[in-house]
Structure formats: C-alpha cells, structure tokens
C-alpha cells in the first residue's frame, strides 16, 4: 500500500513537471514530418542545380569546365546524401506556447550544401573568376541581408514610430533573425491595419526600443509562421 | 497505524482500519456530489463558455486588454505630435489636451462596449450550433472592428481629423503615404530576395528586376490584396523586357513562379 501510495505520488509529480513541454511531445508524437527524406533530398538536388547555374551564369566557363563542375556537384551531394537523414525539429518557445519548427534540419542541410558546392567551385576557378565569383556571392548576401533588415525597420515603423538614432541598431539587430526568410511574413507586413506581429525573438528589440514602444509591441498579436518542410518548399520555391 | 510489524493482510482485518476505510468514502462520495451539485446550481455547464472571453478578448482579460488599447493609442498620438513638429506644424496644448482626452475615451468606451456585449451573449454552449451563430452575429461588428486594426481606432481617426487644422491634416496624409510607399519598396526588396533563390541572378540582375518592379504603376488595390501587388507588377513587365536582362531559363522559371498570381490582376489595377 505504502509503495502503491509512493508510486502514484512519483508518477503524478512526473506528469506535473513534464506538463510544460506536453505539447511539443504530443505533436512530435502525433504528427510526424511528412516524409522529411524525400522532400529532404528535392530540396538538395533543386539547391545544387541552382548553385550551378548561378556559377555558370557569373562566370563563363568552358565545356569541360562545366563537366568538372557536374561531377563535383554530383559528389558533394552524393557525400551529403550518404549521411543520415536530418529529421531535426527545433522546439520553439512563444509566449509559454511550445511550437515546432519542422523546417529546421532541412535549412541546415541546405546551408551545408550550399557552403561545401561553393567552396568546391572555387577550387575549380582561375583567380579572376574567383573573385568575380566571391563579389556575386557577397553581393546575394548583402542583398538579401539588407532586404531583411529594411523590411522588419519598416515594420516596426510603421507599428511603433521609430526615432532616428534607432534604425540603425535595429537594422543591424534585426539583420540576423533568419526568420524573416519566410516570404508569408512580408505577406503579413503589407497588411498596415492589421495587428499582427512577427515572433521576433524580444532580445533583438528590447535593448533599442524605449518603455512605451515595447508596452505597444506587447499588445500585438504574434502569429506563429509554422516553417516546416513543406512550408520552406512552398514559400521559398 | 502504519507500524513495523502490520502486513497488508493483517491491516485488512483490522476494524479501525475498516472504519477509517468507510470514513474515506463517504467523505469521497460527498465531495463529489457537492462538485455535481454546485455545477447544477451555480449553471457551470462545462460546454458553456464565455463567448466574449473566446471571440472578442481571445484569452486576455478585460483589463490587460483595455491597457494594450490604450498603449496604441497613445503611440498613436506620440507618433502624431513627433509628425506635426519635425513638419513645423507642431500641436497646440489644446490640440494635444483634446487628443489626450480621446486616448482615455479609448479604454473607456470598450470597457462600455465589453459590458454591453458580455449582458446580450453571456455565455455559448459549444455544443450548440445556434447558439453559438447568434452569439457570433452579436459580435460580429466588434469583431470587424478588431480586423481593422485596434478596437476603437475608426473611431480615433474621425478625432483625430476633427482635432488638426488643414495644413495639419495634409502633413499627416503626406507623412503616411510616405510611409506607405517606403513598405512597398521594403516588400519588394523582399519579393526579389525570394525570386533570387529560385532564379541565381547576378547583382546586376537583381537592380534591374527591382527598378523594372517599381516602375510598374498600381492605382488601386484593395487592402486585403496589397500582398500581391509586387506580384502583380512582374506579371505586367513585358516578357521582351525581362528577356534583355534574365537567360531564357531564368524568365521561365520566374513566370511559372509568378502564374498563381494571375488571378489577382484584375482586382489590382
């Protein structure tokens, strides 16, 4: 009786620790990524066709450069394939919610790729091309960093009247929440009159805005853009 | 009770135990029927919810609520006054006293409002399909209201209009419109950015397509598609124009990207 009385009091203590994070497990337990491998490896083979052609697109090689360039792509790919699937799920925390963020293990991959096929190619290019090639990249990169960082500026702008000398801190700060990749948020961004506000993780915000902007930004909705595979395939093409 | 030397059996046999056992019952038994027994009569019908509470206020409570109502209008005329002084039009302390004044209306008039809606609907059995569509047809207009930004900011505008002065007013409408387009500008920044990623392009690629977006005039477009207009614009690049500067498998691609958003072009002009 004694043990019985022990064992159940153990087991209602475990349930009410593990209660916070029932959520998260429940969904992982439940709804599992659909097919994450396949959609896993679309994604890769789309990625190195696209390095590829931005390659080729910059620099004008040669036919049996090309070749060359086929066969390392085919090997960084099929070295990446070799490995284990990546079916990471990152757990999410918003305000006291838990949220999956099924698309993580695929962007990581992604970046992997991406990464190795380009130092790959380098190794394949004369020192004009490379540094030709280096400037385009460095170019995408700026681009599509400042392209983040301008949208969220006016966002916030336009939700809490930003003063002069915070844009450009904001800017910078903002610049690396990679969660602004996602083309459903300028979607949510164009939509003035609306309460929505991104998840944007608080730190990146809380030491330029003054008292009275957070208090507004606190009473927005956050809307949760779930990024699962399927999502990342959708949306950023 | 619980000594060394009692086993289980020799505990079941024990009389003090089987009164202490019967003990626990009928107190067990008692508290439930009381639970059953409230329930009947304070009406607390577990399908039953607090339709306000779940449609208007989404999970906050009235007070917070009010308060982040309160904060945006605030923001609202904080934002206002920084306009009309760095336009040379600053408020005059009447203007300012008046839109103040207005900011506690705000909290005010929805706590009304919120009291008003929680008397006429109460609360919703979930389980009930009529119930709950005349609850809903209640709060539909409060619910619009929520759609079209924050509770009580229609009304905030007309005083805001009725407050500034003529030249006043035209600043402000500048100063918004400003604002407006440096969004649109921002969202296509962002849209090229996406496209980049499908279609690779060079810098020089990606400044054309830009300049070639904004180029395209948009007269009117309904606030909820204003989402779409950037894709509505390379839609109506013409395709001679995107072949001088994209390969051919870059154009390609970029209009089957952009084919969903065809249905759109007519709403948008």
């Known amino acids: 009786m004694k043990n019985l009385f022990n064992k159940t009091s153990c087991l209602l203590s475990a349930l009410l620790t593990l209660a916070p994070t029932g959520t998260a497990v429940a969904q992982a337990a439940f709804f599992p990524a659909p097919q994450a491998d396949q959609v896993q490896d679309d994604i890769l083979k789309t990625v190195r066709m696209r390095e590829r052609d931005f390659l080729l697109r910059v620099c004008k090689l040669p036919e049996d450069k090309q070749k060359q360039v086929d066969a390392v792509g085919e090997e960084v790919l099929g070295a990446l394939a070799e490995a284990p699937p990546v079916a990471q799920r990152n757990v999410i925390r918003m305000r ?27 190794e394949l290019l004369d020192e004009e091309q490379k540094q030709l090639y280096n400037s385009e990249l460095t170019a995408r990169e700026e681009f599509n960093r400042n392209s983040r960082g301008e949208c969220l500026i006016v966002l916030f702008n336009q939700r809490v009247s930003l003063k002069q000398h915070q844009i450009q801190p904001l800017k910078d700060a903002l610049a690396t929440w990679e969660g602004a990749e996602s083309l459903q948020l300028s979607f949510y961004f164009q939509n003035g009159s609306s309460n929505y506000f991104p998840p944007i993780p ?19 909705q956050q809307v949760f853009a779930q990024r699962d595979a399927d999502v990342e395939q959708q949306f950023n093409w | ?68 109502l309160v904060a945006q209008a605030e923001q609202t005329v904080n934002d206002l006054k920084q306009v009309m002084e760095d336009g040379s039009h600053p408020l005059t302390p009447e203007q300012e006293l008046r839109l103040r004044l207005a900011v506690k209306g705000v909290g005010s008039r929805f706590k009304q409002d919120i009291s008003q809606l929680s008397a006429k609907v109460g609360l919703v059995n979930l389980n009930d399909i009529n119930e709950q569509r005349k609850a809903l047809a209640v709060l539909q207009p409060a619910m619009q209201k929520m759609q079209q930004g924050w509770y009580g900011k229609e009304t905030f505008e007309k005083i805001i209009e009725k407050t500034l002065e003529v030249d006043q007013r035209e600043l ?19 849209v090229v950015a996406n496209i980049d990623t499908r279609l690779g392009m060079t810098k020089a690629q990606r400044e054309k397509l830009v300049e070639l977006i904004n180029q395209q005039p948009v007269h009117r477009a309904p606030e909820n598609l204003q989402s779409f207009v950037p894709f509505v614009k390379i839609l109506r690049i013409p395709k001679k124009e995107l072949e001088a500067f994209l390969d051919e498998k870059q154009v390609e691609t970029l209009l089957a990207l952009m084919a969903p958003y065809q249905q759109w072009e007519r709403s948008i002009r």
């Open chain 1, 96 to 122: 006291g919610a838990l949220h999956l963020d099924n698309g993580a293990g695929v962007r990581s991959q992604t970046e992997k790729l991406r990464k190795k096929l380009q130092d790959k190619y380098r």
């Open chain 1, 202 to 220: 608080a730190e990146l915000y809380t030491k330029v805005l003054d008292a009275d902007q957070l208090k507004v930004i606190r009473s927005f």
């Open chain 2, 1 to 68: 009770m619980w000594n060394n030397n009692s086993t289980g059996k020799a505990m079941a046999h024990d009389p003090q135990n089987f009164r202490a056992a019967r003990v626990f019952l009928w107190a067990g038994s008692a508290i439930i029927l009381s639970g059953l027994m409230s329930n009947a009569v304070w009406g607390q019908d577990p399908n039953r919810h607090d339709a306000v509470q779940m449609w208007i206020l989404r999970g906050q409570t009235k007070e917070t609520f009010q308060e982040s």
């Open chain 2, 172 to 190: 402000l409408s500048t100063r918004r419109r400003e604002r407006t387009e440096q969004l649109n500008k921002a969202v296509v920044l962002r």
